[in-house]
C-alpha cells in the first residue's frame, strides 16, 4: 500500500486525514506482521478493553486486505505525553473498506479521570515502508472511561449483599438513600466521627408529614445530642426503660382519700396505666405502679389545698408495700404536720 492519504470513518461517520510526514515506526518490537495469523480474542468477563470499528479509505476509495493497527493514548490532541505503550493489533482483515478491531486494552491504570486521545497508525500487513498515523487524534469518552468504575481507585468495596464505604464523601443539595426493606448503615471503625449537619433530620411515613420512628444505636458508648450555647428542644414525652438511670420513669398525682383516684400521671417507661386503691383510711392509699420499684428511688411530697391552715401543715410519705412480693406498689400517706394525723389530699410522687 502506497505511503497516501488514508482515513477512518468511524461508526459517527468522522474521517480523520492522514499526514504525509515520515513518523517513527508505531511498530517497533513487534514480529513482521506477515508472519503472523489472525490471532484469538481472548474474553475476560469484565476488562478494560473496548473495541473500535472504522471504514479504511485510500484516496476515497475503499481498501481490501489485512492491515496493521497501532494504537496510542496520549494526553493531549496535539504533542503531550503518551500514557502507557502501544497496543498492536496486527494482520486485521478489512473488506470494501470495512474493519472492527476488538479488545484495545491499556489496562485500567490509564484511566484516571483525565481528557485522554487515541493516536492511531495504520500499514498494509507486510509493508512496513506504507505506515501512515491518522490525524487528527480522538477523543477517547464515556463507554471506554467506565472501566473506571470497576478497576479505578475507589473507597467503595462490595462483599456479597454487603457494599462499604471508606473515604471522605461530601453531600451536598437534595440526596435521597434508598435502602428498600432494609436497613441503612453508616459505621465508623476508626474511633472518629459521623456527623449530619441541617436543619432537620426527620422520618416520614410514605411522604406524608406523619411522623415514624427513628432510632439511634451506638453499641459501646453514649449517644449525645449538644449544641454549644443553645437548647436541645424535644417535643414529646422523653421515655426511658425500667432499668436506666437519669430519666424521670414515673410521675403521679393522686387524690388520697378514702375514695382515691388518679389525677393525672405520666409514665416515661410505657403507656401502662397508674393505679390507686384504698388504704387504711382518708389520706391513707396503695398506688400501683406498671413495673418493680425495688432498685428506683422515689419522692413524694402534699401539695398544699386552699382548706389547709397554713402552707407546710401537711406532708406526705410513701413505703413499697411488701418488699418480697408487691415491689410495684407504694402505701402512701398524707398526715398533719403537727400530730401526725391522717389527712386526705392530694399528693404528687416521682419515681426515679
Not at 19 to 48: C, K, R
Not at 293 to 307: E, F, I, P
Not at 309 to 327: I, Q, S, V
Request: hydrophobic share 35%; charged share 15%.
Amino acid at each position: 500500500m502506497k505511503n497516501n492519504y488514508l482515513s477512518i470513518l468511524l461508526l459517527a461517520s468522522l474521517s480523520c486525514a492522514a499526514s504525509d510526514e515520515i513518523v517513527t515506526s508505531q511498530f517497533e518490537g513487534y514480529t513482521d506482521a506477515q508472519n503472523l495469523t489472525n490471532e484469538p480474542i481472548q474474553f475476560a468477563a469484565i476488562g478494560s478493553g473496548f473495541n473500535y470499528q472504522g471504514e479504511l479509505l485510500e484516496a476515497g476509495t475503499a481498501v481490501n486486505g489485512n492491515f496493521d493497527f497501532a494504537f496510542g493514548l496520549y494526553d493531549a490532541l496535539i504533542g503531550g505525553t503518551q500514557i502507557g505503550s502501544n497496543v498492536i493489533k496486527n494482520n486485521r482483515p478489512v473488506a470494501n473498506g470495512i474493519f472492527s478491531i476488538e479488545d484495545i486494552d491499556f489496562g485500567n491504570a490509564a484511566y484516571t479521570g483525565d481528557a485522554l486521545w487515541l493516536s492511531v497508525t495504520v500499514r498494509e500487513t507486510g509493508n512496513p515502508g506504507s505506515e501512515t498515523t491518522l490525524s487528527p487524534r480522538q477523543k477517547i469518552h464515556a463507554v471506554p472511561y467506565a472501566v473506571q468504575a470497576e478497576f479505578g481507585t475507589t473507597p467503595w468495596t462490595e462483599n456479597g449483599t454487603t457494599v462499604s464505604y471508606n473515604g471522605s464523601a461530601e453531600l451536598t443539595g437534595t440526596t435521597s438513600v434508598n435502602s428498600g426493606n432494609g436497613g441503612l448503615s453508616v459505621g465508623d471503625t476508626n474511633s472518629s466521627h459521623m456527623t449530619i449537619d441541617g436543619d432537620d433530620i426527620q422520618r416520614r411515613i410514605n411522604g406524608s408529614n406523619d411522623p415514624g420512628t427513628m432510632y439511634l444505636n451506638f453499641y459501646g458508648g453514649d449517644v449525645r445530642i449538644s449544641r454549644p450555647g443553645n437548647n436541645t428542644v424535644i417535643n414529646g414525652g422523653l421515655k426511658q426503660t425500667i432499668s436506666e438511670n437519669g430519666v424521670m420513669k414515673y410521675l403521679v398525682s393522686v387524690d388520697c382519700t378514702s375514695t382515691p383516684t388518679v389525677q393525672r400521671y405520666y409514665n416515661g417507661v410505657n403507656t401502662a396505666a397508674i393505679t390507686v386503691s384504698a388504704g387504711s383510711g382518708s389520706g391513707s392509699c396503695v398506688v400501683n405502679f406498671p413495673a418493680d420499684l425495688d432498685t428506683r428511688y422515689w419522692q413524694v411530697s402534699a401539695v398544699y389545698a386552699s382548706s389547709n391552715a397554713t402552707p407546710g401543715a401537711r406532708n406526705a410519705t410513701c413505703r413499697m408495700l411488701h418488699f418480697n412480693t408487691d415491689k410495684d406498689k407504694l402505701r402512701c400517706e398524707r398526715y398533719t404536720t403537727t400530730d401526725g394525723s391522717l389527712a386526705g389530699g392530694e399528693i404528687m410522687i416521682l419515681v426515679y
